[in-house]
């Protein structure tokens, strides 16, 4: 059976300015996991999913704790949304009928330590403010934040991800038929010192783990699924278009926005170059034409001839 | 290799009283870690692990939240601490020397929506309360609280554990060698319905999802870790004495706390009942002696000997 891994936006789970109530999340995760449990009925499939609004909301809910005189680093609220998330994507797909098997893998990734982007915190997370209402934030909880479009958000650094503890975990409960989720908010950051492991204050961007793991896995094909069709070149412009297939020496020159387009591109970028393989982003809603080959933005390295690659023919 | 199942009190990781910060519980954690990974190289392990203290947490936190219209289920919150605990635990048993794989697996427990349990709340999660705050609570929050020794805590339904559905998965990482952290917090309740799960608001205990577990997972072993040395046969009467070896019908007929000590002994009777294997109830702290059989209290079914029993020469 092929191997697909499937990365899935925070904002498929809880659109931005959405109240972060269970009930919001489960409706959209219902939306989404009969797509899925289609999937899983015709590829080996791990789901890797985002958790930006909702660590964000533990963090704050965290700090506000007045019983605690500390919060708690970025590693562990990254493990309780995994366990949150997993456990809603789990249920919801069996329930949308999944016959086989579903699991929910707590997953640490490590990072360097030396990382420049511990320096140059891009990663967004949690609810969007005003101008004021950030700043003030920021003074009062030692955050850096930055604009997110029209607003601003909690940014945090967002290193690369070196390594996944738990992949070979994840590559045996596929070869047993078990549809896998994993990495859940990129899983929990942490640094690996003589075989030492230690959480670490950073959130890893998902799209570049499931890059990763999708590489490691031998994944056929990976899928990053977020809330527009396809990758618009010259997005702003005159000449802004979708793109339909684009090799990675062509996309590669383009630049798009940090903690939004631009993590995905970079992350399908480096699938394709790596395994010769596609890497496809497209819209959440066209999940079946995405995997198909029929819609979103195909890419794949420049040294595959697109008919080689298109992966419905595969 | 034998096969041991291992319920961890939610005390091993935050003792009442404690502040609930993560530094907190990770030194506990490191505490423990050493024995279990002791125990992991020497047995097929399943470790699962309470969260009163920190479900209660987070119940508070969540309903504090002025961001949110509604507070989560408790089987959400359930889920939340399984990522957190798990993620501490699997990595301070992989810190503490663990050579093998080691995996924390998200895990859903059915109930029985029509369980007598619903009606009669028992279970303890959260912080300790004097009696005017507890009332407060209950008046402000829609709790029922109940006191716990001098103390008033918040109380949640807790009914019986039907089947865990991620035991499959559980049983075949097993038989690939790999440590699994599961059914934490007792895992999430649900109900099932026509093949549909859906979660519930109560919280299973832990020790008695345990004692299903080492069932359906034919563990040679049941072992509850809790705070005291063993077992007291008429705790707070002048006759008081812990109980070495028991048999269940010795034991079944004594009554023991409900919420504390009750749960660990009816669940240790019913693994040793069903099975004829042998349930141990002992302290953390003597885990070693525990499994050899030389600390704790030994229960076993009343139609085996206790030579036949000793599970040190099995």
């Known amino acids: 059976m092929r ?18 109530d269970a009930r919001v999340q489960l409706d959209h995760i219902a939306q989404v996991a009969p797509g899925l449990a289609e ?29 605690l005189t500390a919060t708690y680093p970025l590693d562990a609220l990254v493990a309780e949304t995994q366990g949150l998330l ?28 030396a990382d420049p982007a511990f320096a140059t915190p891009t990663k967004f997370i949690g609810r969007s403010y005003d101008a004021n209402e950030a700043h003030g934030l920021a003074a009062s909880h030692g955050w850096r934040v930055a604009a997110d479009g ?36 990129a899983g929990c950051a942490v640094t690996e010192h003589d075989g030492r492991l230690n959480g670490i204050e950073a959130v890893v961007d998902k799209d570049h783990v499931a890059a990763l793991l999708a590489d490691v896995l031998d994944a056929d094909l990976l899928v990053i699924l977020t809330d527009v069709p396809a990758v618009i070149s010259g997005y702003g412009t005159p000449t802004a278009h979708p793109l339909g ?43 079946a034409a995405v995997i198909a080959g029929t819609a979103g933005t195909r890419i794949t390295s420049a040294a595959h001839s697109p008919t080689e690659d298109t992966h419905d023919v595969r």
């Not at 191997?3 to 972060?20: D, H, K, M, Q, Y």
């Not at 994507?89 to 997953?107: E, K, R, W, Y």
């Not at 503890?165 to 908010?185: H, K, M, N, Q, R």
């Open 86 to 113: 997993g456990y809603w994507l789990q249920q919801s797909i069996t329930n949308a009928g999944l016959t086989g098997q579903i699991a929910t893998v707590v997953t640490q990734t490590v990072v360097d330590a």
């Open 245 to 287: 297939h684009v090799t990675v020496d062509e996309i590669i020159t383009e630049h798009f926005a940090e903690g939004s387009m631009g993590p995905k591109v970079a992350a399908a970028c480096h699938f394709a170059e790596r395994t010769g393989r596609v890497a496809v982003i497209g819209a959440l809603d066209d999940i």
């Open 3 to 20: 191997r697909i891994v499937i990365a899935l936006g925070g904002n498929a789970l809880l659109r931005r300015g959405e109240i972060a």
């Open 150 to 185: 029209d607003h601003w958000r909690r940014v945090v650094p967002s290193p690369g991800p070196v390594r996944v503890i738990e992949s070979p975990i994840v590559e045996a409960l596929l070869g047993l038929g078990v549809t896998v989720i994993c990495a859940g908010g």
């Open 39 to 67: 999937v899983a009925g015709q590829w080996e499939l791990v789901i890797v999913h985002g958790n930006g609004p909702q660590v964000g909301m533990l963090a704050l809910e965290r700090e506000n704790d007045r019983a």
